[in-house]
């Protein structure tokens, strides 16, 4: 059977909108029963899966920004603009950048 579907008012603002579907999602949503198990969506997190969360990290996720750079002639690489100097070694090889908004390393050489 599906679910019934109630049109929101022409003047309901995004907030509200928000507010109201919390509000279906907790109180009808998560308390139907699903054919199969015979228990709610919130039945099942709560016997089964809630046990098993873990804790979020202490620190923020940093993205991170990977890339290949050949290593030019004069022992550096270019990365938005920037020069940034590797070993002699390193003239002519493809190196790994990674990159997050505090540190840019680079990695091996290859090639």
């Not at 990977?66 to 690489?77: A, D, F, S």
Request: with cysteine; net charge positive; aromatic share 10%.
């Amino acid at each position: 059977m599906p679910l019934p579907i109630k049109k929101l008012a022409p003047h309901t603002t995004l907030h509200q909108a928000q507010e109201k579907l919390d509000a279906w999602d907790l109180n009808v949503a998560c308390q139907r029963k699903i054919r199969g198990p015979g228990r709610s969506p919130n039945e099942i997190f709560i016997s089964e899966e809630k046990g098993e969360l873990k804790g979020l990290p202490f620190s923020r996720y940093e993205p991170t920004k990977w890339l290949e750079c050949i290593v030019r002639r004069e022992w550096w690489i270019v990365f938005e603009g920037s020069r940034y100097s590797v070993p002699y070694q390193l003239i002519g090889k493809t190196v790994q950048v990674r990159v997050t908004s505090q540190l840019i390393s680079i990695i091996g050489g290859k090639g």
